[in-house]
């Protein structure tokens, strides 16, 4: 439930948002008729520190106020605070393009667009991005004598947002049998980093944890062998394999894949719409690219 409303926010911030000057703010990254937005605005604050019970959680350190804003079905996955630019960076020019900024550069697994401004007080702003009535994800943005930056952000899991912002995502959503997006921290994708000339390869991770601690297993998809003498993998890639009988189905599904697992979880077997079996070997450890 959301606090009483305190204060009305202007009908005309959004629009003037829209038509600031700068840093070009894209079609859609600010919705001023929204169609879903909580019954009665956040009125809280928009500078706090981040609450006790995230303390200490990597994932979600430095989220402040913005963390207060959400209403997760299930636990926030991801935020964090950009408040600690240098003296001599510059600022954007209105909210709107402090938030454009944000949508291109920050996190990547947070919506780049369907906001809406829910709350401003003073030097603040808070837009948010609603599914169902429930903001799933927000950020603050804030102006000093440097101009208007993303302060704090923060955000549910992507299997909360919307089908067309989890198409946007760099991560790779899996769905269940019926079509529903998982949660990240049951299933998530993602393709290597080009400046490990790793994009060839696709990695998912199972059984993470909604708490962003590391215990789960990463398989590779690694057709182009980039990645064959890392130490840990549990086997090879192979196409072409039959699928063995004692193979657990995950249930998982994405692009027409289905997600298997060896019976010892050591690695996956991915089969396409056309009966086609890969084999991904597994690693009980996360591979890291810096």
């Known amino acids: ?53 995230f303390a200490g959680d990597g994932p979600l350190e430095g989220g402040g106020a913005a963390l207060l804003t959400l209403e997760c079905a299930g636990r926030p996955h991801d935020a964090g605070s950009v408040a600690d630019e240098g003296p001599g960076d510059e600022g954007a020019g209105s909210a709107a393009e402090a938030l454009a900024r944000q949508a291109a550069d920050g996190s990547e697994e947070m919506p780049d667009r369907g906001y809406r401004v829910e709350a401003r007080t003073g030097h603040r702003v808070l837009y948010s991005y609603d599914v169902a009535g429930r903001t799933r994800a927000a950020v603050i943005v804030a102006e000093d004598r440097r101009g208007w930056f993303a302060e704090t952000y923060a955000g549910c899991d992507p299997s909360e947002f919307r089908a067309r912002e989890r198409d946007r995502l760099s991560i790779l959503m899996w769905q269940d049998t019926r079509g529903r997006a998982v949660s990240t921290a049951k299933a998530v ?41 890392l130490d840990g993998l549990s ?29 010892d979880r050591s690695h996956a077997y991915v089969r396409d719409a056309d009966g086609a079996v890969e084999r991904w070997p597994g690693r009980k450890e996360p591979v890291g690219c810096k």
């Open 235 to 263: 086997s090879t890639y192979a196409k072409d394999v039959p699928l063995p009988a004692d193979a657990v189905d995950t249930g998982y599904r994405r692009a027409g894949r289905e997600l298997w697992l060896a019976r």
């Open 189 to 229: 994708g993602w393709m290597g980093a080009e400046h490990c000339d790793w994009q060839s390869v696709e990695f998912v991770t199972l059984d993470r944890g909604d708490d962003g601690q590391w215990r789960g297993r990463q398989y590779l998809r690694d057709p182009e062998g980039v990645l064959a003498d």
């Open 1 to 53: 439930m959301r606090n009483t409303l305190r204060r009305a926010v202007p009908a005309a911030v959004g629009l003037l948002a829209l038509t600031a000057c700068g840093t070009e703010v894209p079609d859609g990254l600010i919705v001023t008729k929204p169609s879903a937005a909580p019954a009665t605005a956040y009125s809280g604050p928009l500078k706090a520190r981040t609450p006790e019970r």
